[in-house]
T-cell receptor, first 119, second 115 residues
Framework: GAVVSQHPSRVICKSGTSVKIECRSL??????MFWYRQFPKQSLMLMAT?????????EQGVEKDKFLINHASLTLSTLTVTSAHPEDSSFYIC???????????????FGPGTRLTVT | AQKVTQAQTEISVVEKEDVTLDCVYE???????LFWYKQPPSGELVFLIR??????QNEISGRYSWNFQKSTSSFNFTITASQVVDSAVYFC????????????FGTGTRLTIIP
């Protein structure tokens, strides 16, 4: 099956610093990637949708300048948490969707997640 | 707007018992997809099933089975002869057939299988 990796798996940073999280599709080309945030014991909340070569579409309430998303290639999307604060501590999960034979693929393949702790 | 409700926040059953996880959804779309995902303690989401709204056949995969009833907007998931490895958080999700293909997740059900 399709594999999506995330790096790093865990990161601890100091308040005020920026953190970059990478999401890679390893064996398929991902035309669309999604970024989710999950607080402890809560559901996944979609933050933004990124399409290769275009600007990301952010969900209502998500700060574009705080969570910078770049989808520079068909296999890589990055999420940068700028000037991180303790309230940004969370589990960040990416997913990738590729094109199927019919032109559409409906399963999103999820990465293993990145646990961010801001001290 | 789309909404997925998983009313059971936590369930505990003794190993080998059967357990059903409920999922009720709301959507204005006439064509959509429903999903179930498993999230073990490691955190990675594991895809379990996708069901099209125009296919109401129930599905069985080993110890797992799914009951889709469009009339009641429900897509329930049953695990028979539960095992300790089934302990996880299970999410039901909904996606419109047309559009930007965003997944709307339910709040999840934490299933604990007691040995």
């Amino acid at each position: 099956g399709a594999v999506v990796s995330q790096h790093p798996s865990r990161v601890i940073c100091k308040s005020g610093t920026s953190v970059k999280i990478e999401c890679r599709s390893l064996d398929f080309q991902a035309t669309t990637m999604f970024w989710y945030r999950q607080f402890p014991k809560q559901s996944l909340m979609l933050m933004a949708t990124s399409n290769e070569g275009s600007k990301a579409t952010y969900e209502q309430g998500v700060e574009k300048d705080k969570f910078l998303i770049n989808h520079a290639s068909l296999t890589l999307s990055t999420l940068t948490v700028t000037s991180a604060h303790p309230e940004d501590s969370s589990f960040y999960i990416c997913s990738a969707r590729g094109e199927g034979i019919s032109g559409r693929s409906y399963e999103q393949y999820f990465g293993p997640g990145t646990r961010l702790t801001v001290t | 707007a789309q909404k997925v409700t998983q009313a059971q926040t936590e369930i505990s059953v003794v190993e080998k018992e059967d357990v059903t996880l409920d999922c009720v959804y709301e959507t204005r779309d006439t064509t959509y997809y429903l999903f179930w995902y498993k999230q073990p303690p490691s955190g990675e989401l594991v895809f379990l099933i996708r069901r099209n709204s125009f296919d109401e056949q129930n599905e069985i995969s080993g110890r797992y089975s799914w009951n889709f009833q469009k009339s009641t907007s429900s897509f329930n998931f049953t695990i028979t002869a539960s095992q300790v490895v089934d302990s996880a958080v299970y999410f039901c999700a909904l996606m419109a057939f047309f559009g930007n293909e965003k997944l709307t997740f339910g709040t999840g059900t934490r299933l604990t299988i007691i040995p």
